[in-house]
């Protein structure tokens, strides 16, 4: 791969601002897209909100429950990351962004994201165990273990995203400045950079399987295990009742996947830009509201809570 075209080494002037492009150049629609994003942003506030505190209810106290509301608090932050900033953009001519507010929001949104597919495989082991050695359901996942794999999936978001953070942000950005985004994002930066960077696109697709492959092909080990055990059950009410419990996860992984694999395994891959920008405000702010949908309407544990938990509100 050659280097990005640009002046001379001796005139190079490096950036300490970026420009966003947004969702939109036309200004007709800067309103009515601040409008939709705030409606989202706020339905993504009170769905998981709304989660986070029936998982509180004392007939929801399990492992899976507590990873549930921790993907609720990481939802949550995920969307806090990149609506604000693209919120004020809709409605300000000034889209800049600072090198340090560039790396910082980076940082946030690698570490949130890298957090949460680990967070993923956690549940995914959680399900396994709950019905391949339901017996021992209590012993193998009692509450130091769940909050141990709690703490690994952080530890592991935090050294992926120092790690990724770190390599881009040691490239030169000479100009343009604008970032083809509507959020500081490794594969629009890497477009940005001044300088030959085959070497960290591979690093970065090296990442990629290491945070998003490795641990799919951990899950999927665990649902062929599960498919297993539960095609071995008789009766077809618990059948039934096996699958419900792991189709919601499944869903959600579904989609962190592909979604994923899809943005960061070409990270300088300019003809794919504008779909790897649709993607990304999929997984910014579209799954933070589905999450709280899937896991609510489709846990029956959970509607009972919640419409526990209305109909005591009604009464006062």
């Given at each position: 791969m050659k280097p990005t075209e640009g002046p001379e080494p001796g005139n190079r002037t490096l950036l300490t601002a970026f420009v966003l492009s947004g969702l939109s150049n036309h200004p007709e629609l800067q309103h009515l897209l601040f409008f939709t994003f705030c409606l989202m942003y706020t339905i993504t506030i009170i769905g998981n909100l709304l989660i986070f505190m029936v998982t509180l209810h004392p007939t929801l106290h399990t492992p899976m429950y507590s990873f549930l509301r921790v993907l609720s608090f990481l939802d949550v932050s995920t969307a806090s990351t990149v609506v604000p900033k693209m919120l004020v953009n809709f409605l300000s001519e000034d889209r800049s962004i600072s090198y340090t507010g560039c790396a910082t929001q980076l940082y946030c949104v690698v570490f949130l994201g890298t957090t949460e597919w680990y967070l993923l495989t956690a549940m995914a082991y959680d399900r396994y165990v709950a019905i391949c050695n339901p017996l021992r359901y209590s012993v193998l996942m009692n509450s130091r273990v769940c909050h141990s794999l709690v703490l690994l999936s952080f530890s592991g978001?935090?050294?992926?995203?120092?790690?990724?953070?770190?390599?881009?942000?040691?490239?030169?950005?000479?100009?343009?400045?604008?970032?083809?985004?509507?959020?500081?994002?490794?594969?629009?930066?890497?477009?940005?950079?001044?300088?030959?960077?085959?070497?960290?696109?591979?690093?970065?697709?090296?990442?990629?399987?290491?945070?998003?492959?490795?641990?799919?092909?951990?899950?999927?080990?665990?649902?062929?295990?599960?498919?297993?055990?539960?095609?071995?059950?008789?009766?077809?009410?618990?059948?039934?009742?096996?699958?419900?419990?792991?189709?919601?996860?499944?869903?959600?992984?579904?989609?962190?996947?592909?979604?994923?694999?899809?943005?960061?395994?070409?990270?300088?891959?300019t003809n794919s830009q504008d779909t790897k920008k649709v993607l990304s405000l999929v997984y910014t702010t579209v799954f933070p509201i589905l999450n709280p949908l899937i896991y609510s309407l489709r846990n029956k544990d959970v509607k009972e809570v919640l419409i526990g938990m209305v109909a005591e509100l009604m009464k006062k």
């Open positions: 978001g935090i050294f992926v995203s120092v790690v990724q953070t770190a390599w881009v942000f040691t490239l030169p950005f000479c100009g343009p400045k604008k970032i083809n985004y509507f959020f500081c994002d490794i594969p629009p930066l890497i477009i940005l950079s001044c300088t030959d960077t085959s070497l960290y696109e591979k690093q970065i697709i090296t990442a990629t399987v290491l945070v998003i492959f490795a641990p799919f092909c951990l899950i999927l080990v665990s649902y062929a295990c599960i498919l297993s055990s539960i095609l071995k059950i008789s009766s077809t009410e618990s059948r039934h009742k096996a699958f419900s419990t792991c189709s919601s996860h499944l869903t959600v992984v579904t989609l962190y996947f592909g979604s994923g694999t899809s943005i960061y395994l070409q990270p300088k891959s």
